[in-house]
């Protein structure tokens, strides 16, 4: 059996791929030129850009404000930029830092970068000057491609790089020095010395409860490949929307993906739900990339906007990130189709799971089956596999883990199984639920508590917009819940939304305080900056 897996797995792969689009009756000639474009690339995770410039060249590529570029312009482009900073008077940069919106000069400097061997470090757009200044330090970056608005976080974060290479990619007034666009246009048409090292891609955690970690990837496998078709219902040049955060893992992996598949990429760079639903009728996109939260914002939308779009094209809205509202997942799918899939990945780990539409509509909030190639163990603090149903933390097993923290560190490991860091469990059906982060996890009074549960409930009563719950230090119980909560009117008093918990979960379960907020703080990918919310208590906030 074992001789044969091999051939079966190809076959699979091969099959998946034929149905995709990705083996299509192309000339021999073409496949040929699509491969050489690969191996110059590396095989690297830009690669997908290089195979689309030779297998469609005039297909449009990558829409934006300014306009539309087709494979071969962005080809073409890609390689002046990279000529261009091979020909900067200290040489070419070895650490790139990105720090830019979905926009033309983020791709473009994303594959410049990798044709001549430069790592690359994407950045967080929300990052403040003193948390950029550590993270350009700690990679060695030497030049920082940035927005026009980033720069005076950017000056503050190099004040002591003064030999630091900035260049501008998207400028709203004056003019700079260096720029993406005028390097392009003083070296188009000149090819840069490809690099024989493959680069790195380094993607910053999260970082919403301490500074952000740098997990070094330098590319997938054929079996992640297959593992996102089998689930997920790409097709070869079609559009794909991508509004998710392309500096972040997953808008990153989805502008890479949509690469892959010769799919035209529309993007804008600042995320405006009306805008995105325009940007999928006008388009007649196929596919749609979010960040959870920007399905709050669409389906908050008044009727009369909402019903101006159709979005009935879309085959596939995928989200990943951070956890998905269930009412919001069930109404988006009641109004533009079962489409919504929910997508476990972490930094670290690729991707883990997914949840399929059927899967939403028996329970909205999973985080879906494991994906091809991915095996999933649920464990207990001894290390131990809990039974069905029992809460431990997460323990993946695939292909597409990270090559470490460019610290040197790694994850926290239990054979050949790295952990995820969350905690959550497997029902019957195998579909897997997350319950929170493992150091989220709050004890009061020698009783467990993991937030996401009392957040359910307290999203749960009709005057709740949203909810967050944390743990806080006491000198009683070691420590106590204080929750934070965004109403959707104000007929709910702290007082009445403690009852409503109380009703439903035991005593110790019951936040101590309840802050009302007018909304929750949320870094740029949607998450809930925890941090944010502990100085809010700190500061003496509004705590009831």
Not at 161 to 186: C, K, Q, Y
Not at 358 to 382: F, N, Q
Not at 417 to 434: E, I, K
């Amino acid at each position: 059996m074992a001789l044969t897996d091999p051939l079966t797995n190809t076959l699979g792969l091969l099959s998946t791929m034929a149905r995709a689009g990705v083996i299509a009756p192309l000339r021999p000639d073409k496949y040929l030129r699509i491969g050489a474009a690969m191996v110059r690339e590396n095989m690297g995770i830009t690669s997908g850009f290089a195979s689309a410039a030779q297998r469609c060249p005039d297909r449009p590529a990558l829409v934006d404000e300014i306009g539309t570029l087709t494979w071969r312009d962005v080809d073409q482009r890609a390689d002046a930029f990279a000529a261009a900073l091979q020909a900067l008077p200290g040489g070419a940069p070895q650490t790139i830092g990105i720090m830019a919106r979905n926009h033309r000069g983020f791709v473009e400097s994303l594959i410049a970068a990798n044709r001549i061997g430069a790592d690359v470090l994407l950045l967080n757009t929300s990052f403040a000057g003193p948390a950029l200044a550590e993270v350009v330090s700690r990679e060695g970056v030497d030049a920082v491609v940035f927005d026009e608005e980033f720069a005076p976080t950017v000056e503050q974060a190099l004040a002591e790089r003064p030999d630091a290479v900035r260049i501008v990619a998207w400028r709203e007034s004056g003019d700079h020095d260096l720029s993406v666009e005028t390097m392009i246009g003083e070296h188009y048409g000149r090819q840069p010395k490809r690099a024989s090292a493959k680069s790195k891609v380094i993607l910053l955690t999260s970082g919403t409860t301490g500074t952000p970690k740098g997990a070094s990837h330098s590319g997938g496998s054929p079996q992640t490949l297959k593992g996102i078709l089998d689930r997920t219902p790409w097709r070869t040049e079609e559009v794909t929307v991508v509004v998710a955060p392309m500096f972040h893992a997953w808008g990153f992996a989805q502008l890479a993906f949509s690469a892959m598949m010769a799919c035209t990429i529309v993007t804008r760079r600042k995320f405006d739900p009306e805008a995105t639903l325009k940007l999928v009728d006008r388009h007649q996109a196929t596919g749609l990339c979010v960040v959870p939260v920007m399905f709050d914002r669409i389906m908050a939308l008044p009727e009369d906007v909402l019903s101006r779009y159709s979005g009935r094209s879309l085959r596939f809205a995928a989200a990943s990130g951070s956890r998905m509202n269930p009412d919001v997942v069930t109404a988006f799918m009641d109004r533009f189709g079962d489409v919504v899939y929910n997508n476990y990945n972490a930094t670290e780990a690729g991707m883990i799971a997914t949840a399929t539409p059927a899967d939403l509509r028996a329970a909205p909030d999973t985080a879906g089956k494991p994906a091809e190639g991915t095996d999933i163990r649920i464990l207990d603090a001894e290390r131990q596999e809990v039974p069905t149903g029992e809460v431990g933390t997460i323990f993946v097993r695939n292909s597409t883990q990270f090559d470490g923290y460019t610290s040197g560190a790694t994850k926290d490991f239990e054979g050949d199984y790295m952990s995820s860091g969350d905690v959550g469990y497997l029902d019957a059906n195998g579909r897997l639920f997350v319950v929170g982060r493992d150091d989220e996890m709050i004890v009061s009074g020698g009783e467990n508590v993991y937030p996401i549960e009392v957040e359910k409930v307290l999203a749960a009563h009709p005057a709740v917009a949203e909810a967050s719950v944390l743990g806080v230090d006491d000198a009683e119980f070691g420590q106590r819940l204080a929750a934070f909560v965004v109403l959707s009117d104000g007929s709910a008093t702290p007082d009445d939304l403690k009852a409503h918990v109380k009703k439903n979960l035991a005593n110790y379960k019951v936040p101590r305080s309840i802050t009302v907020l007018e909304s929750l703080p949320r870094g740029s990918t949607g998450k809930i900056v925890r941090r944010d919310l502990h100085a809010l208590l700190e500061t003496g906030g509004n705590a009831t």
